[in-house]
């Protein structure tokens, strides 16, 4: 019988869907403070927080996966360490800490392979589990575009 492995993950809402983060690229989960604006190029950073003597970014999450945001005002943000820094992301709310194992995760058949790992099949639900380092970097367009 094949090993199954197991891991954790960070799941919270947005825009009325599921989303989650490995709990291992979660750092901490603060209430939200409105971000300093900041001049980006990137419609989805929405400005910095200064957070225990260090600066940190604040990304719009459902500005980058191009979302269609209500009203709802962010009530959490989830600093998570992405590559050798930490950003921080605007979510509705975090909703629980799931164990999925690997049976549970299935890649996602499109091409949003940088920026969403998979999609988990929890019961009835169905959670897109992100991933973390592709989230955040800037697609290669982009840097193309920023370099011409």
């Given at each position: 019988m094949p090993e199954t492995s197991a891991q954790q993950l960070v799941v919270f809402s947005l825009s009325g869907e599921e989303y989650a983060l490995p709990i291992g690229a979660v750092h901490e989960i603060i209430r939200f403070t409105e971000?300093?604006?900041?001049?980006?190029?990137?419609?989805?950073i929405r400005g910095v927080i200064g957070l225990r003597g260090k600066i940190i970014p604040?990304?719009?999450?459902?500005a980058r996966l191009q979302l269609a945001t209500g009203d709802t005002e962010p009530g959490k943000i989830v600093i998570v360490e992405a590559g050798s820094s930490q950003v921080g992301v605007m979510v509705d709310d975090v909703e629980e800490v799931l164990t999925v194992t690997s049976e549970q995760l299935e890649p996602l058949p499109t091409d949003g392979g940088e920026v969403i790992e998979a999609v988990a099949k929890i019961e009835d639900r169905l959670v897109i589990l992100l991933n973390a380092d592709?989230?955040?970097?800037?697609p290669a367009a982009e840097d193309r575009a920023a370099a011409a």
């Open positions: 971000p300093r604006s900041v001049a980006s190029e990137v419609d989805w604040i990304f719009d999450l459902g592709g989230l955040f970097a800037r």
